[in-house]
């Protein structure tokens, strides 16, 4: 078994769309060193890890990174960046935690500087088999200090395990923690440079041929504007990431007086054209620019519309700027289209695909790779997926009303409950844009969770747990799904 989350968007007047072409997926362009390796391998199946601020255990180092960044908030690798620690300085630092009983690490100088603290609070202590691997002290002349950080993070890298690089690096090297504190949220807290790679991969032609070529996408939107002119008769309408441009000349063609287009890529250009190309320039404008940075030529419009939407609905954060352009810039008795959307879980059952993600690791031309889950496991998968794999109803584990939804909701945990509709092994889970689990594919394919360890279920069981949604705190367009399922807590990354 394997757990999937399906996800609806439409608007208050639009239908179901499923364009009329049964399954078929659109053709989308879619020494000491060793000393220490030979330790991690001799123990890699035996080793369980106790987290510095709580009772949970964890399998692997990584786990325990992992653990310690998602549920405390607390980056170990910073912690060493920051100190310059060397060997006796983590040591200290990890037995001072487990000492004092702390639930997370003061904010102060450090604190563990006593020698009292070489002592192991934890007998046997996992965390203290090896050190960072470097000495980072500022006296040694052959670094400076940028070769100082790297190597304390290189070293508390290959502490936990060979596969921390897969698993860790880019949880915990990316940009400032102190992000999202502010009024306007995370995303629109980002500076331009900080946002350039997000906003450029929206620069090449490709990924809009994409979208544009996905028709349950598309002629949603235009049959939606089409078949509700009255809705659009005259309004002014901004189009938030507008792209290539077709929704905002959907709007248009609609019946918007006018259109107001903003997209901070590069595709902006091309936009341009193309509106000019089927004269509708004197209705559309466009702007290049970040929502939150630009000026409008009006100081309020009657609708949003804008195709916010990324892999398990939430992925990119774009809703955020949508939230933002609608606190702004929308008039009273205004609205946001698509205005509801719904993410729904499902259990899956597929052997042949877990045998195929999972299970290969266990032998690979004759070698165990099995510490490579650890690695496979917490990454999600996005994939198109059979609609007979499904082996549960779908329940509902968060609505989205876009014209009422404040930030904060966007990260959210719900309890859900599985009835599960056939007897086999839950394997996966998978997040899917659509109406149903059985329509169209998309572009948005599938989101999906695998379980190292697949769960036997029955039919007419239920199964329970729990999804909490988070965002990355170092990247606030990725995200952080946890499960904690039949006694199973994973933690996934969407990045």
Not at 116 to 143: K, N, V, W
Not at 169 to 194: C, Y
Not at 273 to 282: A, E, K, T
Request: with cysteine; glycine share 6%.
């Amino acid at each position: 078994m394997y757990l999937s989350v399906l996800t609806d968007t439409f608007a208050d007047t639009m239908t179901d769309h499923d364009g009329g072409a049964g399954d078929d997926v659109p053709d989308l362009s879619d020494s000491d060193n060793e000393e220490q390796w030979q330790w991690m391998e001799a123990n890699d199946n035996i080793v369980q890890v106790t987290c510095l601020f709580c009772d949970k255990m964890s399998n692997s180092g990584p786990e325990t990174l992992q653990h310690c960044l998602v549920e405390h908030q607390v980056d170990l690798v910073e912690v060493v960046k920051k100190h310059k620690l060397d060997d006796y300085g983590y040591i200290k630092m990890i037995n001072y935690i487990r000492t004092e009983s702390l639930s997370t690490l003061p904010e102060c100088s450090i604190p563990w500087e006593s020698d009292e603290y070489m002592r192991p609070a934890l007998q046997d202590d996992p965390l203290l088999q090896i050190g960072t691997g470097f000495h980072c002290s500022t006296q040694r002349p052959p670094f400076n200090q940028e070769q100082i950080k790297g190597n304390c993070i290189a070293g508390i890298f290959r502490m936990f395990s060979p596969d921390v690089g897969l698993l860790a690096q880019g949880l915990v090297l990316n940009a400032d923690v102190g992000r999202g504190t502010g009024s306007l949220g995370a995303v629109a807290e980002l500076r331009e440079d900080e946002d350039e790679a997000y906003f450029s991969s929206y620069g090449h032609y490709s990924i809009h041929e994409e979208m544009l070529k996905d028709k349950v996408r598309t002629e949603s939107y235009r049959d939606f504007m089409y078949l509700n002119p009255e809705v659009f008769k005259d309004k002014v309408v901004l189009d938030v990431g507008c792209g290539t441009g077709i929704l905002s000349m959907f709007a248009a063609r609609a019946g918007a007086k006018m259109v107001i287009g903003v997209d901070q890529s590069e595709i902006i250009y091309q936009a341009m054209d193309i509106v000019r190309s089927n004269q509708l320039q004197d209705r559309v404008t466009l702007i290049k620019g970040r929502i939150e940075e630009v000026k409008l030529p009006v100081e309020k419009v009657d609708i949003i519309i804008s195709e916010w939407m990324g892999y398990f609905l939430l992925f990119e954060s774009m809703l955020d700027s949508v939230l933002y352009a609608r606190d702004l810039y929308l008039a009273e008795g205004g609205s946001v289209y698509p205005d509801r959307c719904t993410i729904s879980l499902a259990a899956v059952g597929d052997t042949e695909k877990h045998q195929d993600r999972i299970a290969f690791w266990d032998d690979v031309y004759g070698f165990k790779m099995a510490c490579m889950k650890r690695a496979v496991v917490p990454e999600a998968v996005v994939q198109v997926l059979k609609p007979d794999t499904l082996i549960s109803q779908p329940a509902v584990i968060q609505g989205i009303d876009c014209n009422a939804v404040s930030l904060s909701e966007l990260e959210f945990a719900s309890d859900f409950c599985l009835k599960i509709t056939d007897s086999t092994d839950c394997t996966v889970s998978r997040v899917m844009f659509s109406t149903g689990p059985q329509v169209t594919k998309t572009h948005w394919k599938q989101t999906v969770f695998l379980l190292e360890n697949p769960i036997p279920v029955q039919a007419g069981e239920e199964l329970h747990g729990r999804i909490t949604v988070r965002k990355n705190k170092k990247d606030p367009r990725s995200l952080f799904i946890t499960f904690d399922l039949h006694d199973m807590k994973q933690t996934y990354s969407l990045q």
